[in-house]
């Protein structure tokens, strides 16, 4: 019998083996994935394994080769790809994108997460085993600006501790109707209620407070008028990362972006809503030398948008990034 052998990486290291095999066999069910290891078609280091054993940097991993001709996966479709990333700024561990309108973050071959795939193809070598890549957190489709993807275990590992721990601040400026005249506190209980039969999905704000904590503190910019509705430009400091938080918060507390008609804005022509994930803050000296912030620019349609209906939108320092 042939096998194909494959060197564990740092990216690999203490990793259990089911989950490293799951790369490579990913259309078998798990439990045939067991059956491979305990029959000896999968080994680490010439020896029979346990589905449960970590495998560490340097081990050698064998897999039958028919096992891997039979699960052999599909390769990018690189000619249906529009590959246009706007690159803010990249280590060795991590990368930031600043997400277009209108994109998926993850989902078909046009979302964000299949295009920076390509990406690192095209500019990376992967030499681990199990370590895929990819986006560490989400933006709403229609919303712009600053997301975090992967070019390590480290970076991935570390982002999402510090996003658990609150340690990365992330900040969004957005339009919502009306004057808010002061900074405000938003503090609710956000539950996810979705109806299968609506064309799109939304969460509710419940004041019996089963739901999840989601906390947002709102700074009004500047106030403009579009077809004779006042409204605020606001910034927006959240300290938890709800299903679509600023959007149900605002809407809740009677000032709903404008044009997200799913929770009670008034329609646009330009876009459906302008919201726009401007500036992430990160721990000082942290072990990933990333500087204290980064800032994404608001896009042109945002820009104009302001532009043409704001006071004095020249004066508002967040717009100069």
Same mark, same amino acid.
């Given at each position: ?6 060197? %564990?990486? /740092? ?22 994935? !067991? ?7 999968? +080994?680490?280091?010439?020896?029979? %394994?346990?589905? &449960? /054993? ?19 996966? +599909? ?24 997400? #277009?309108?209108?994109? %998926? ?6 979302? $964000? ?14 030499? @681990? ?12 489709? +229609? ?7 992967? $070019? ?24 919502? /109707?009306?004057?808010? &005249? ?26 019996? !407070?089963?739901?999840?904590? %989601? ?47 799913? !929770? ?23 072990? $990933?030398?990333?500087? #204290? @912030?980064?800032?994404? #620019?608001? #896009? ?12 004095? !939108? ?8």
């Amino acid at each position: 019998m042939k096998f194909r052998e494959f060197i %564990a990486s /740092q990216d690999d290291d203490d990793r259990r083996l089911d989950r490293i095999i799951r790369k490579f066999i990913s259309e078998d069910s798990l439990s045939a994935v !067991y059956k491979s290891i305990r029959k000896g078609l999968i +080994k680490i280091n010439d020896k029979k %394994a346990e589905a &449960s /054993q970590h495998v560490f940097c340097g081990d050698k991993i064998k897999i039958a080769d028919f096992l891997l001709i039979s699960n052999n996966k +599909k390769s990018l479709d690189e000619d249906k790809i529009d590959f246009n990333l706007e690159i803010v700024f990249k280590t060795d561990d991590l990368i930031f994108i600043n997400k #277009p309108y209108d994109i %998926a973050v993850q989902g078909n071959s046009e979302a $964000l997460n299949r295009q920076f795939e390509l990406f690192y193809k095209k500019n990376y070598e992967n030499t @681990s085993l199990s370590f895929n890549p990819g986006p560490l957190h989400r933006l709403d489709r +229609k919303t712009t600006g600053l997301i975090a993807f992967s $070019l390590s275990l480290k970076g991935a590992k570390w982002f999402s501790k510090n996003i658990a721990e609150h340690t990365i601040q992330k900040k969004y400026i957005g339009v919502i /109707q009306g004057k808010l &005249s002061h900074e405000e506190c938003w503090q609710d209980s956000i539950s996810k209620e979705f109806d299968e039969t609506a064309d799109f999905q939304t969460v509710t704000i419940n004041s019996s !407070y089963n739901g999840k904590t %989601a906390k947002t503190t709102v700074i009004p910019l500047g106030f403009g008028k579009f077809n004779k509705t006042e409204y605020t430009l606001a910034q927006f400091n959240i300290e938890t990362g709800r299903t679509h938080q600023i959007r149900a918060q605002s809407s809740f507390h009677g000032y709903p972006l404008l044009g997200d008609t799913a !929770y009670g804005g008034l329609k646009i022509q330009e876009t459906e809503y302008f919201l726009h994930a401007f500036e992430m803050i990160f721990p000082e000296n942290n072990e $990933l030398n990333l500087p #204290p @912030s980064l800032k994404a #620019p608001v #896009p042109k349609l945002f820009f104009n948008f302001l532009k043409s209906t704001m006071q004095d !939108y020249e004066k508002c320092i967040i717009l100069k990034v």
